[in-house]
């Protein structure tokens, strides 16, 4: 997409297809899911929608083509998280937790974790996946040499893995019935031979391991607790970030998918990645507020000779909603394909995504309010979306690493380099850099 923002065949098709399921499929379980009060059971109550999912290839296309995938760029998946996410956040955040669940298998691409893949590849069921990699106590500065580091480990012994281990935070990692997700990607620390040098760089201890609901049921039903049950101010039907445990998790060692030293790359990976596509959820939500603010605003007088748009301060907000929405879309369109294809090496790129993610999600709460205030009170209705729309972004800037602890600190580190050149994702490496 070089310097045009016309959207091509394939994309126009990714829009039109998304769209039609999220107006289709999500909006009518939306008023299903909402006859329950409990997170759990809305979430529960969604099921059928994701089977629906499922069964049209929606989690199959989030896979990489070289595993039997068959996902497009990244612009693409942008474009489609938006349409899914104008209309309804929370069923999305399940599909889009097991495409991030997923994300792991999609980079690493090895031959020998095919067969975990092969539940997502067919067009039956309602398999989940979780990236678990969040603690309780946060994972932040897990990687700082000295410090306690990750809570959850890992042990060989034989042939096979043991994880012990506390977990938060992390979408579907509950899976359906509070026994597990179908496949988890457990983000842990190797204690195999404990390294007692306060210097040593935590990052050689960090490992991934899958863990299958069969592991789990073949270990007994005291190896996986939920010792908390989540239930959050947004998106309140998503596959739930409980607080969940390991307790003596035995697996074979085929379930490595990255050894000891290997982890932490992978994960940040993962999370440049999902940077991008949560610039694209902050894009939805704020493209809702400002449709539904604008046919209030276009109906409504407030007792007056004429329509609310035509008064000075509500046109003023109601621009500015519009013109965050999209600058923060370029932004995001711009942050997917440079990813994939540059210019500028793998930092500059990164740096982008970084910031799509910051910025927009920073960006999403700001814009809503201001659409709020162009409403004025009736925007306190819960008839209204304005509170739903407000609860789901103010996830935005703390979830996927949350922008004052990780996402900013990512920024700071890359500025901080000595190679820094802070345009090489625009126009190339600079003369200076080459």
Known sequence: MP??????????????????????????????????KEHQKRFQATRPAYAVAIAGGLVKGQIAPAIGGSSGSLVEAAILVEEFYAVEPSISLTIFGTSLGLSALNLTQKPEHREFIAPFLSSEGTPLASLVFSESGGVANYLERGAPGLNTTARREGDEWIINGEKKWATNSAGWDN?????????????TNP??????????????????RADLERNGDDCFQVLHEVSTAGHSATGPGHHIKYSNVRVPAKNVLCKPGEGAAIISACFDLTAVLVGAMAVGL????????????????????????????????LSSVKMQTEACRAMTWKAAHA????????????ELALAAKVYCSD?????????????GVTAYDTEQPFAELLSNAIALPIFDGGN????????QEIMLSPDYDPWAATYGLSTESK
């Open 3 to 36: 310097v045009d923002f016309h959207l091509n065949s394939t994309e126009t098709a990714v829009r039109a297809q998304a769209t039609d399921f999220a107006r289709g499929v999500l909006k009518p379980a939306r008023t299903d899911y909402m006859a329950y």
């Open 179 to 191: 026994r597990g997700a179908d496949l988890a990607c457990v983000v842990c620390r190797d204690i």
């Open 195 to 212: 390294i007692e040098d306060a210097n040593a760089d935590p990052k050689d201890s960090i490992m991934v391991i899958i863990v299958t």
């Open 286 to 317: 704020m493209r809702a507020a400002f449709d539904a603010a604008l046919a209030f605003v276009k109906r409504d007088d407030r007792r007056g000779k004429t329509q609310l748009l035509e008064r000075q301060a509500v046109a003023d907000l």
């Open 339 to 350: 990813m994939e294809h540059g210019p500028g090496d793998y930092k500059a790129r990164r």
């Open 363 to 375: 960006t999403a709460v700001k814009a809503i309010m201001e659409a709020i205030n162009a409403v």
């Open 404 to 411: 004052v602890g990780i996402r900013r600190r990512h920024l």
